[in-house]
């Protein structure tokens, strides 16, 4: 199945889209609204299809691949759910302590996409470890539709705990250094924001198109934070103003990028939204921040 991008879709059907993946409108509402877009013997059906996440395109370092080692873990969480389920992700030859990032994901559960940006973290030398927020109800279940219904059904504040667990868990790993980053993508890049505050021994954040931490919670941040929105997103773009204030008030360390035409979720390489440039470019800026911040 050929890849589609952004640029062959309306931005309203985008936009529309967006609002279906956040629990906005449920499927039935998206394509009645959708049926405008089907023209020229596409059907809407064809259109929900084409622009659903195809975890085939997920892969950008193998399951198997020589130079890692992944095994599954799991995490007790008192406060939270019981437990969580880690995906762990270390380079095959450790060097000795190495640095460790929490890797946050989507409002779907820990899907193939999210396990591929644990691996590519440990293909760059840091010991990675993605929790699966889902645990409590089963995991993730396969499917974006599945994931959004079990998401609804776990209780978010137990499910942050869960998250801190699996934040202790990993700084306390005996592969860690004790310097501990956390990155995470739209329900998880908010999640980091609120772990740079409520772990104030985070050392390094970087959120994507996340929810800010408001400004009370940012006067606590002590982490240097690297910020990354699409500029096509304009509620969490139009956003950072405001964050970028707060963390400057606070005098955190910290940027923030707004990459020119790129959509909410334009990392994400298993959707039409994925834009190759910013996604590269930030991904190269975010290893960049944790070389620096938490080596």
């Not at 890692?68 to 007790?76: G, H, K, N, R």
């Amino acid at each position: 199945m050929e890849r589609k991008t952004a640029s062959e879709y309306p931005q309203e059907l985008l936009d529309l889209f967006h609002e279906y993946q956040h629990g906005e409108i449920d499927r039935r509402e998206f394509l009645t609204r959708a049926q405008r877009f089907a023209i020229g013997g596409l059907t809407v059906t064809a259109i929900f299809e084409s622009l659903r996440p195809n975890y085939a395109f997920a892969q950008q370092v193998a399951k198997d691949d020589k130079d890692i080692v992944v095994s599954s873990e799991t995490i007790a969480s008192p406060k939270g759910n019981g437990t969580i389920n880690g995906y762990f992700v270390k380079p095959a030859k450790m060097p000795g302590k190495l640095p460790v990032v929490l890797v946050v994901h989507e409002n779907r559960g820990r899907t193939p996409y999210i396990e591929d940006v644990a691996r590519r973290l440990a293909k760059a030398n840091f010991v990675a470890c993605a929790p699966d927020g889902l645990t409590s109800v089963g995991g993730f279940p396969g499917t974006d539709e599945e994931g959004a219904v079990k998401f609804r059904q776990v209780d978010g504040t137990k499910m942050f705990e869960d998250f801190l667990a699996a934040y202790d868990w990993l700084k306390a790993r005996p592969e860690s250094s004790g310097k501990i980053g956390a990155t995470g993508f739209c329900f998880g890049g908010g999640v980091v924001n609120h772990l740079a505050w409520a772990r104030p021994d985070m050392s390094a954040g970087v959120p994507f198109y996340g929810s800010p931490a408001s400004a009370e919670d940012t006067a606590k941040i002590k982490a240097a934070m690297l910020i990354h929105h699409g500029e096509m997103d304009t509620r969490l773009a139009n956003g950072w103003p405001a964050y970028d204030a707060a963390l400057t008030a606070a005098k955190v360390p910290h940027e923030g990028y707004i990459y020119k035409g790129a959509q909410h979720g334009f990392h994400n390489d298993t959707t039409p939204r994925y834009d190759k440039d910013a996604a590269t470019l930030a991904w190269d800026r975010t290893l960049a921040w944790f070389n620096k911040y938490l080596r």
